[in-house]
T-cell receptor, first 115, second 109 residues
Framework: ETGVTQSPTHLIKTRGQQVTLRCSSQSGHNTVSWYQQALGQGPQFIFQYYREEENGRGNFPPRFSGLQFPNYSSELNVNALELDDSALYLC?????FGGGTDTQYFGPGTRLTVL | DAKTTQPNSMESNEEEPVHLPCNHSTISGTDYIHWYRQLPSQGPEYVIHGLTSNVNNRMASLAIAEDRKSSTLILHRATLRDAAVYYCILRDRDDKIIFGKGTRLHILP
């Protein structure tokens, strides 16, 4: 059973550019969630996808968008990058059976630096 | 906003038990209590969860107060590898995870 993988590991962009981060879910998982973690803070929920449909969104502007593919891998896209977007971006996959008991499995994250 | 309150940091000696407290006074009847931890330079990892009864697994124990307004994560014998940020989280049927700042646990050799 493979775990959650993310690519790239590190990324440096300049303000105004666009970025795409990728996540490969754990085998058998149909739900993926994305989080932003600023330095010294807990992860902040961006959005969740269940079977290719967005299934909840946190307090992030529309320039943060996502996709989930039929194989349940996922992308996070951020347009018009701002300096405050510099953070660790985490994805987590789960079985998505709900009810408050679902365990999320996190990837190692992508460290994005915006200059 | 996170619905839990945890101390910012705690220290413990290696090979001794560690009790990490969490207050969740506004917990609803359908909220599960989850604990995750984040080791340095890694993503968070699941530790344990429970609803009403105390729970044990290979990593830790979870003690839940009778009124469910607080809980305690117990590491029975801390090792240096347990140094991490520990997050106490309430999860309802929507299943979204709202992280707080967690407790940074330092283990002293």
């Amino acid at each position: 059973e493979t775990g959650v993988t993310q690519s790239p590991t590190h990324l440096i962009k300049t303000r105004g550019q666009q970025v795409t981060l990728r996540c490969s879910s754990q085998s058998g998982h149909n739900t993926v969630s994305w989080y932003q973690q600023a330095l010294g803070q807990g992860p902040q929920f961006i959005f969740q996808y269940y079977r290719e449909e967005e299934n909840g969104r946190g307090n992030f502007p529309p320039r943060f968008s996502g996709l989930q593919f039929p194989n349940y891998s996922s992308e996070l896209n951020v347009n018009a990058l701002e300096l405050d977007d510099s953070a660790l971006y985490l994805c987590a996959s789960s079985l998505g059976f709900g009810g408050g008991t679902d365990t999320q499995y996190f990837g190692p994250g992508t460290r994005l630096t915006v200059l | 906003d996170a619905k839990t309150t945890q101390p910012n940091s705690m220290e413990s000696n290696e090979e001794e038990p560690v009790h990490l407290p969490c207050n969740h006074s506004t917990i609803s009847g359908t909220d599960y209590i989850h604990w995750y931890r984040q080791l340095p330079s890694q993503g968070p990892e699941y530790v344990i969860h429970g609803l009403t009864s105390n729970v044990n697994n290979r990593m830790a124990s979870l003690a839940i107060a009778e009124d469910r307004k607080s809980s305690t994560l117990i590491l029975h014998r801390a090792t240096l590898r347990d140094a991490a940020v520990y997050y106490c989280i309430l999860r309802d049927r929507d299943d979204k995870i709202i992280f707080g700042k967690g407790t940074r646990l330092h283990i002293l050799p």
